[in-house]
């Protein structure tokens, strides 16, 4: 519901005809504590009330050099509601990442100059 009410994200995305087909996920430091990335929906669960709670669902421990990989979309086009994620709270160590998302359409971030 936030990016349905942003007019930037609708006509980068044109109003859901582009979107994150799948998205690469990069750990580029070790986390003594915390810091997982979290997918509460994993196996089919319920959305969850309380998008804070980082004890249920998949839990990937952020480890240097990790690469997750997780589609954003259904084969058919649609969103894939179990690929909800989020960033768990580190609590001791300092976490890097970097992502890439593959988008199902050309994607043009910088406007063409004459």
């Not at 504590?33 to 089919?44: I, M």
């Amino acid at each position: 519901e936030l990016y349905q009410s942003s007019p930037g994200t609708l006509e980068l995305i044109e109003n859901g005809r582009r979107n994150r087909q799948a998205t690469v996920f990069w750990y580029l430091s070790d986390v003594a504590k915390g810091g997982e990335t979290v997918f509460p929906r994993f196996g089919g669960a319920p959305q969850p009330h309380d998008f804070k709670d980082c004890t249920k669902g998949l839990r990937v421990r952020p480890e240097k050099g990790k690469v997750i990989i997780f589609y954003d979309l259904l084969p058919n086009g649609k969103m894939d509601d179990l690929s909800l994620h989020g960033g768990c709270p580190v609590i001791d160590g300092v976490k890097w990442a970097a992502n890439k998302w593959v988008w199902n359409a050309e994607m043009q971030y910088v406007s063409d100059v004459e």
